[in-house]
């Protein structure tokens, strides 16, 4: 693969980042889509992805909690493990289980 294909790619998974997140954004809430800060792509999704599972931490109740486990996965599913969108979306899933099923959610740890 040269590096123009490359590129191409990269630029179709930001895309395609960018509207799994928008549209959970749209599913979770009714704040309005947050503005860009100028920068690089890569790092303008991240930061969205971020500001995204902390909006749904703070709006998570007992009877969303499965949807959004179920919106975020689809964000992060994969990814590699090491990624820290992924690693973020993994502790929100703990409290949305303890959140969802109390103190027997953590036997399984």
Known sequence: M???ERALREQA????R?????GLWRRITEEPLPKMEPGDPREQVKAFEMRLIEVAR???TPET??????????LVH????EDE??????????ELAYMAHG???RSAE
Request: net charge negative.
């Open 2 to 4: 040269d590096d123009d």
């Open 103 to 105: 103190p027997e959610s």
């Open 18 to 22: 960018l509207t799994i997140a928008t």
């Open 78 to 81: 994969s990814r590699p493990i």
């Open 65 to 74: 909690a499965k949807q959004i486990a179920e919106g975020t996965w689809d």
């Open 58 to 60: 703070q709006g998570a």
């Open 85 to 94: 969108v992924r690693q973020q979306v993994e502790k929100l899933h703990a």
């Open 13 to 16: 998974a930001l895309r395609n």
